[in-house]
């Protein structure tokens, strides 16, 4: 049985009215927080194949795991 790999889409605040730090992110794609930052995760979900956690009990090998070895 190959796992999932799970990732979590998260929120993370931008700030306020004409914040650099928006403006960085949605030029990069990227923002840097401190390590302790406590953020909100919208949804874990296996980055190969997209199966949701919650619904990962029901399909148990990740096909994008299998084709990686295949
Ligand atoms: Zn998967």
Redesign the pocket.
């Known amino acids: 049985m190959?796992?999932?790999?799970w990732v979590g889409a998260a929120l993370v605040g931008m700030g306020a009215g004409g914040a650099d730090r928006a403006e960085h992110a949605a030029r990069t794609g990227r923002h840097v927080v401190p390590a302790a930052t406590r953020i909100t995760v919208l949804e874990v979900y296996?980055?190969?194949?997209?199966?949701s956690y919650d619904a990962?009990l029901s399909?148990q090998s990740?096909?994008?795991?299998l084709s990686r070895t295949a």
């Open positions: 190959r796992g999932h790999q296996c980055e190969g194949c997209r199966v990962h399909m990740c096909d994008a795991a």
